[in-house]
């Protein structure tokens, strides 16, 4: 598509997310790499494979930058950098991403707590705490970046310099990438070309309001074209954020009109918000969603939050 970029696509692992974007930018006799891919058994490999198909090395990375702390975006990272030699850089508020595999028990016992929150039944819980306990972090080694990827950070490319843009929501650590004469934008997870929300619950105040500034930030750059984390790059950026706000806002109105009448635990909020039931593979996400939603409607002064013992349930305000 434009000389001197490439999209490298890496499988994933996930259910439903079958694959990420890394991208290689042409740079001098190398490469700046944004984004690594998820480590598991045979990762490297994949990385080394799509590089060479556009001819390109990992030996001739020059930069790693990484738009967010997420195993797909950063789980390499340790890696490429052995391997290259080069730096790696990205956001300094990356605890939310290193958590996992810096204290896995501690980060496991975090979601366990916010589950029992929300009303999620102890057999699930179990359940899920086996299948967790089993499962590979997807992080390579946690390295400390060699530069913070902060709000006006450039990067040198043939393509021309890339600003970075902090767009926290979607991670607290999230950053975007610009390129002003191309109008380029490197998304990561912050738009997609399919809109598909997720939000990092329990590190910061207020995710659902982060997102939304964040929106306002990439709407302002006008961007003709956005490369996202996953899937394929897109044009109509402003109808992409525009999307975004409005199933922000349709969400929103779900989860306070769920409580309306009585005060409910997340996971009976949850399905109004989805309007289908939950399931034991999407419980966990969307919980953390409903509850950034819950989150942000109480700091609006529109829904409330009451203790009784280990449950929380929210409950709409009456004027
Ligand atoms: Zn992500
Ligand atoms: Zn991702």
Redesign the pocket.
């Known amino acids: 598509m434009i000389p001197g970029l490439w999209r490298l696509r890496l499988p994933l692992p996930l259910p439903g997310v079958p694959h990420c974007n890394a991208w290689a930018i042409a740079a001098g006799d190398g490469v700046v790499l944004v984004d690594t891919g998820m480590h598991e058994p045979g990762s490297m490999a994949e990385l080394e494979r799509s590089m060479a198909q556009v001819g390109l090395g990992v030996d001739q990375v020059r930069l790693l930058a990484c738009t967010?702390a997420?195993v797909?975006?950063w789980g390499q990272a340790a890696t490429i950098r052995d391997r290259a030699g080069c730096e790696f850089w990205l956001h300094p508020n990356h605890q939310h991403g290193f958590s996992t595999a810096t204290d896995p028990e501690l980060a496991l016992a975090r979601r366990l707590e916010i589950g029992r929150q929300s009303g999620v039944p102890e057999a699930v819980l179990r359940r899920y705490a086996e299948r967790s306990r089993g499962m590979a972090s997807g992080i390579a080694r946690v390295i400390e970046p060699d530069r913070a990827l902060v709000a006006g950070v450039e990067i040198e490319t043939d393509l021309g310099t890339w600003r970075a843009f902090e767009t926290p929501g979607?991670?607290p650590s999230?950053v975007c990438l610009f390129q002003a004469e191309r109008r380029l934008l490197i998304s990561?997870?912050h738009l997609l070309g399919r809109i598909s929300l997720?939000f990092d619950y329990g590190w910061t105040n207020d995710p659902i309001g982060e997102f939304l500034s964040s929106l306002d930030v990439v709407d302002l750059l006008d961007a003709r074209l956005a490369l996202s984390?996953h899937g394929k790059p897109f044009i109509d950026v402003r109808g992409h954020i525009e999307a975004n706000r409005t199933l922000v806002r349709k969400r929103l109105a779900a989860a306070e009109s769920a409580v309306r009448d009585e005060p409910k635990a997340a996971v009976e909020i949850a399905p109004s918000v989805y309007g289908e039931e939950l399931t034991e593979t999407n419980t966990g996400w969307r919980l953390q969603e409903t509850l950034c939603y819950l989150r942000h409607l109480e700091l609006q002064g529109r829904v409330s939050r009451e203790s009784e013992g280990d449950l929380a349930t929210w409950g709409g305000i009456t004027a």
């Open positions: 967010h997420h797909d975006h979607h991670a999230h990561g997870d997720y984390g």
